[in-house]
Nanobody
């Protein structure tokens, strides 16, 4: 059974950092591209970052580029999203998802299919 479990969300002040984790089971990180998405209150889901399974290339949306870093630990079957210099507009529920098509991954486009975790709340106060 494919499962993704996010953790690490919480409350932060603007300028602080948080690190999200996404522990996966039922597959290995070599099998699927892994994306990070977020959904702010009253808005649709948007792509934040994506890691290609083939070569580990990472892609970022313009709003987080230079502040967020995605990485993976294949031995632990876990993907991370290091979020630095957080801003109030980063407040959202963050999801990780697997089996994101490469075109969607490289463009950080929302992909409704694949396998999704339950999400973790990130709240940034000013």
């Amino acid at each position: 059974e494919v499962q993704l479990v996010e953790s690490g969300g919480g409350l932060a002040q603007a300028g602080e950092s948080l690190r999200l984790s996404c522990a996966v089971s039922g597959f290995t990180l070599d099998d699927y591209n892994i994306g990070w998405f977020r959904q702010a209150p009253g808005k649709g889901r948007e792509g934040v970052s994506c890691i290609l399974s083939t070569d580990g290339s990472t892609y970022y949306s313009a709003s987080v580029k230079g502040r967020f870093t995605a990485s993976s630990d294949n031995a632990k079957n876990t993907v991370f999203l290091q979020m630095n210099n957080l801003k109030p507009e980063d407040t959202a529920v963050y999801f990780c998802a697997a089996d994101i098509p490469t075109a969607y991954c490289s463009g950080n486009w929302y992909y409704p299919g694949g396998y999704w975790g339950q999400g973790t709340q990130v709240t940034v106060s000013s």
